[in-house]
């Protein structure tokens, strides 16, 4: 991703944790060997994710993690530019 998009904001999300991951996965009907296979992947996902962005959001509850990534989006979004006749740092 940073090679294609190098000024790409990359946020991780998480589960709280793999048990909680799983029992997501089960409510959704998915059956052991796939819940296996998703964590596994998962697993994989999160250390390449870790390597990738300092930001990591645990989705542990909703309105949290919303408020969590929005929070760093914020943070990295460029300034509205100045209004007209205005000039950036004062007149």
């Not at 904001?9 to 991951?21: C, G, H, K, R």
């Not at 998915?30 to 296996?36: F, G, Q, S």
């Not at 596994?40 to 969590?68: H, I, M, W, Y």
Request: charge should be negative.
């Amino acid at each position: 991703m940073k090679d294609l998009h190098p000024d790409a904001l990359i946020i991780l999300l998480l589960p709280p944790s793999a048990e909680v991951q799983a029992e997501r996965l089960r409510r959704r009907g998915d059956d052991d060997a796939e819940i296996a296979r998703r964590l596994a992947k998962g697993a994989e996902e999160e250390q390449v994710g870790r390597e990738l962005t300092p930001f990591v959001v645990v989705n542990d509850e909703v309105d949290r993690a919303v408020s969590q990534v929005a929070g760093i989006l914020d943070l990295h979004r460029d300034p509205p530019p100045a209004p007209v006749g205005e000039h950036p740092g004062g007149p």
